[in-house]
């Protein structure tokens, strides 16, 4: 018997494998594409059977209980009504067949039509697909309302545009991917008893999804950075890389209130970054200080106000009510309105 070659024989595996592993991957996207296919076409049905009817709410609502029971007896599970309901709801939000876009899943689409606003359900689709969101990620965004809050740090960068004749491109498009607040809920850090050390740690335990909250373009590079003046040492809690930008991004973590030091602390390490790190072909460094609870005092009266590369913003250890996110998205609102006045 001819002895064996242990590497090629785990080549073999590994071949094997791979192949049908592949094909695997394939036979699930086929599922998935006909699964959403037939979905859409079974809304489109519904909708086009109760438009027939003279009472449409009445008749949508008993319909769909019956073609439920009916359906049920027929194929078995998967058209119960809440299910029925989300492939009626997936043909009115997606009406252009050749506007559904395969990448996604039905889980994804299930997500998505529950966003009322159209534009934000487009915006969401196209994040999804860009950035290879999985289903649970769209809908941690979704529920984090990631679209409202990057709208409303663009429309304070809009405001703060019309009130500055000599606004800095790097300033603008800095502003158009951070946010206020940051949603951090998925660090479990409720208790508020933890240490700056600790919010660290939890960060980069949780890496992944800080990434996902910090938004595209976002790499991490290290932790603790030091940086050396003269003969001290500085330490930056987190350093980013964005591709899109072309820039890093500095993070300090503070617990409680926004204080001037802070400020200047941040300032020190940004110049210091585009002295000794920051390559040629790089834009100028991003510092973002992400603090508990903000100072109007400090927003409006350090060097945050004028300068175009030092940012401020809040994060919440917790996820909030739509409700409270909104009210919270407006109040950031008003007093970036209040302090161009």
Same mark, same amino acid.
């Given at each position: %018997?001819?002895?064996?070659?242990?590497?090629?024989?785990?080549?073999?595996?590994?071949?094997?494998?791979?192949?049908?592993?592949?094909?695997?991957?394939?036979?699930?996207?086929? /599922?998935?594409?006909? %699964?959403?296919?037939?979905?859409?076409?079974?809304?489109?049905?519904?909708?086009?059977?109760?438009?027939?009817?003279?009472?449409?709410?009445?008749?949508?609502?008993?319909?769909?209980?019956?073609?439920?029971?009916?359906?049920?007896?027929?194929?078995?599970?998967?058209?119960? /009504?809440? *299910?029925?309901?989300? %492939?009626?709801?997936?043909?009115?939000?997606?009406?252009?067949?050749?506007?559904?876009?395969?990448?996604?899943?039905?889980?994804?689409?299930?997500? =998505?039509?529950?966003?009322?606003?159209?534009?934000?359900?487009?915006? #969401?689709?196209?994040? &999804?697909? *860009?950035?290879?969101?999985?289903?649970?990620?769209?809908?941690?965004?979704?529920?984090?309302?990631?679209?409202?809050?990057?709208?409303?740090?663009?429309?304070?960068?809009? @405001?703060?545009?019309?009130?500055?004749?000599?606004?800095?491109?790097?300033?603008?498009?800095?502003?158009? #991917?951070?946010?206020?607040? #940051?949603?951090?809920?998925?660090?479990? @850090?409720?208790?508020?008893? #933890?240490?700056?050390?600790?919010?660290?740690?939890?960060?980069?335990? *949780?890496?992944?999804?800080?990434?996902?909250?910090?938004?595209?373009?976002?790499?991490?590079?290290?932790?603790?950075?030091?940086?050396?003046?003269?003969?001290?040492?500085?330490?930056?809690?987190?350093?980013?890389?964005?591709?899109?930008? !072309?820039?890093? =991004?500095?993070?300090?973590? !503070?617990?409680?209130?926004?204080?001037?030091?802070?400020?200047?602390? %941040?300032?020190?390490?940004?110049?210091?970054?585009?002295?000794?790190?920051?390559?040629?072909?790089? *834009?100028?460094?991003?510092?973002? /200080?992400?603090?508990?609870? !903000?100072? +109007?005092?400090?927003?409006?009266?350090?060097?945050?106000?004028?300068?175009?590369?030092?940012?401020?913003? !809040?994060?919440?250890?917790?996820?909030?009510? +739509?409700?409270?996110?909104?009210?919270? @998205?407006?109040?950031?609102? &008003?007093?970036?309105?209040?302090?161009?006045?």
């Amino acid at each position: %018997m001819t002895e064996q070659n242990p590497a090629a024989f785990s080549d073999l595996v590994s071949a094997i494998t791979q192949q049908i592993e592949q094909a695997r991957g394939q036979v699930r996207q086929a /599922v998935n594409t006909a %699964m959403v296919q037939s979905y859409w076409e079974i809304g489109r049905l519904i909708i086009e059977h109760e438009q027939q009817g003279n009472s449409r709410a009445e008749y949508g609502k008993q319909q769909l209980q019956q073609l439920s029971k009916q359906l049920t007896e027929r194929l078995g599970k998967g058209f119960d /009504v809440t *299910n029925l309901r989300n %492939m009626r709801q997936f043909y009115l939000g997606f009406p252009i067949r050749d506007a559904v876009r395969l990448e996604l899943s039905w889980t994804h689409y299930r997500t =998505l039509v529950r966003v009322e606003n159209a534009q934000a359900r487009d915006w #969401y689709l196209q994040e &999804a697909i *860009n950035q290879s969101w999985s289903a649970r990620a769209l809908e941690r965004q979704i529920s984090a309302l990631y679209y409202e809050r990057l709208l409303a740090s663009q429309d304070k960068a809009l @405001l703060e545009q019309e009130a500055k004749v000599n606004t800095q491109p790097l300033a603008e498009t800095a502003k158009d #991917y951070l946010r206020d607040p #940051y949603i951090l809920d998925f660090l479990n @850090l409720q208790d508020k008893t #933890y240490q700056e050390s600790q919010l660290e740690q939890t960060i980069i335990s *949780n890496l992944q999804q800080f990434l996902l909250e910090l938004g595209k373009g976002f790499a991490f590079v290290e932790r603790q950075q030091r940086i050396r003046f003269d003969d001290e040492d500085f330490y930056i809690d987190l350093v980013f890389y964005n591709f899109k930008l !072309k820039c890093f =991004l500095l993070v300090d973590l !503070k617990l409680g209130k926004l204080k001037h030091q802070d400020i200047g602390q %941040m300032d020190t390490y940004v110049r210091l970054y585009d002295e000794q790190r920051k390559g040629a072909d790089d *834009n100028p460094t991003i510092g973002l /200080v992400l603090c508990s609870e !903000k100072s +109007e005092a400090v927003v409006k009266y350090s060097v945050l106000a004028d300068q175009k590369q030092l940012f401020a913003a !809040k994060y919440l250890p917790y996820l909030p009510s +739509e409700d409270e996110l909104k009210r919270e @998205l407006e109040r950031e609102r &008003a007093k970036a309105v209040e302090q161009l006045q």
